[in-house]
């Protein structure tokens, strides 16, 4: 896992012209900040959630085949309260059987068939005060909180706040945070796969700390 500096760069090009002579200079701006403090995410298992080897003939032909939910806990800890927000990046886009923004693939066989997907989900996080999972779809635009949890989606943001505050929802600034991950995998119908020989699950996210 890796935690990353969501820093602003921004290149504002300025000019102005008339209509008798073109401006000879133009301006550019470099901006941003850089936070005191840091966050350091980690995840149980190493982040390894390892379903051992399942013979084909317990796959099912026709529909996916679910595997045991597997729950990982994630703690993210910080030099001192910090704003931020988590974000996921899947590294086997595109090898999803199912088309749904919020599942990750599991790889391919032969380059084309799709082995299999799964989920990650965000429940009971504990902090130095009371907090519930947060999601946002636009990068921190606008949140939506669910105390009984959320889920991380590619490229959505996960965050913490505070559940009482009612609309419009913020991330709070945590030192701490812990939160339980339930990873739910399955297989996709072995009528589409080619499982002549051993085929390993491939699975792999990224998950990352962003600062607010």
């Given amino acids: 896992m890796k935690a990353s500096i ?20 133009v301006d ?7 936070t005191p403090s840091a966050c350091t995410p980690s995840l149980s298992q190493g982040g390894a959630v390892d379903y051992g080897k399942i013979a084909a003939t317990d796959l099912n032909v026709d529909n996916p085949t679910e595997l045991p939910t597997v729950t990982l806990q994630l703690n993210v800890n910080c030099d001192a309260p910090t704003l931020f927000a988590l974000h996921t990046q899947d590294n086997r886009q595109g090898s999803s059987n ?25 429940f009971n996080p504990v902090a130095d ?14 949140w939506i909180s669910n105390p009984t949890g959320t889920y991380f989606e590619p490229g959505a943001w996960v965050a ?7 609309a419009p929802f913020m991330p709070k600034a ?11 995998a399955s297989i996709a119908p072995t009528s589409g796969l080619t499982l002549i020989e051993e085929v390993p699950l491939d699975g792999s996210a990224t998950l990352e700390v962003l600062y607010l």
Wanted: contains cysteine; glycine residues 10%.
């Fill in 98 to 122: 199912y088309v749904h923004p919020r599942n990750y693939g599991l790889g391919l066989i032969n380059g084309d068939q799709k082995l299999g997907s799964y989920q990650i989900d965000v």
């Fill in 6 to 25: 969501a820093t602003l760069v921004a290149f504002t090009l300025l000019g102005t012209t008339s209509c008798v002579l073109a401006a000879s200079s």
């Fill in 160 to 166: 913490f706040g505070d559940p009482s505050s009612g």
């Fill in 174 to 184: 945590l030192l701490s945070v812990t939160a339980d991950l339930p990873i739910t």
């Fill in 28 to 34: 550019l701006s470099v901006t941003g900040s850089i």
């Fill in 129 to 142: 005060t009371t907090v519930s999972p947060l999601f946002s779809a636009d990068k921190g635009a606008t």
